[in-house]
T-cell receptor
């Protein structure tokens, strides 16, 4: 069954604009993580937010977590062309397994 | 230090042949994961190793798929009698231990079954 589901599936914005991606999940989690993938190869970890945290920042990234709604959002501020990539949320379940969503494909146009 | 490495980077094989994919995790990482990613899709969990514990094989799609890991080092994913539906990128990741740790991914092996 699908755990993390991202919304939107694709997002196209202009450089300098903010990009917001959302993730919903179904079961209880230990934490939620966001990853970035370029060109369909290896993923790079961006940020981890624990189930008892509500918001976290890292550089131009801001992540929120609402466990009552079982949802998270990733905000990239002042986007750059280099931010163009696919972004995945991954939820770590109580059993320790990490389950990935289908991803949001972000395109930042210069 | 070195990251997670995988080999080969690309593999083209004929339907029915067996293939073996290799993953070298980051030294000291006790947890190792294999995922499959079909074109334009998310990551599909296959199998997970944690130290000397029994692996979590719950994601393996069929008995044609198997994986081994020697201690806390190299892992191999074997696909027997490959089918065209097995074509995908196979990603390996490692982390310090199970739970609440970021996973470090290798570059993946792109498998094409003709």
């Amino acid at each position: 069954s699908q755990q993390g589901e991202e919304d939107p599936q694709a997002l196209s914005i202009q450089e300098g604009e903010n990009a917001t991606m959302n993730c919903s999940y179904k079961t209880s989690i230990n934490n939620l993580q966001w990853y970035r993938q370029n060109s369909g190869r290896g993923l790079v970890h961006l940020i981890l937010i624990r189930s008892n945290e509500r918001e976290k920042h890292s550089g131009r990234l801001r992540v929120t977590l609402d466990t009552s709604k079982k949802s998270s959002s990733l905000l990239i501020t002042a986007s750059r062309a280099a931010d163009t990539a696919s972004y995945f949320c991954a939820t770590e379940t109580r059993g320790g397994k990490l389950i990935f969503g289908q991803g949001t494909e972000l395109s930042v146009k210069p | 230090g070195a990251g997670v490495s995988q080999s080969p980077s690309n593999k083209v094989t004929e339907k029915g042949k067996d293939v073996e994919l290799r993953c070298d995790p980051i030294s000291g990482h006790t947890a190792l994961y294999w995922y499959r990613q079909r074109l334009g899709q998310g990551l599909e969990f296959l199998i997970y190793f944690q130290g000397n514990s029994a692996p979590d094989k719950s994601g393996l799609p069929s008995d044609r798929f198997s994986a081994e890991r020697t201690g806390e080092s190299v892992s191999t994913l074997t696909i027997q009698r490959t089918q065209q539906e097995d074509s995908a990128v196979y990603l390996c990741a490692s982390s310090l231990s199970r739970g609440s740790n970021e996973q470090f991914f290798g570059p993946g092996t792109r498998l094409t079954v003709l």
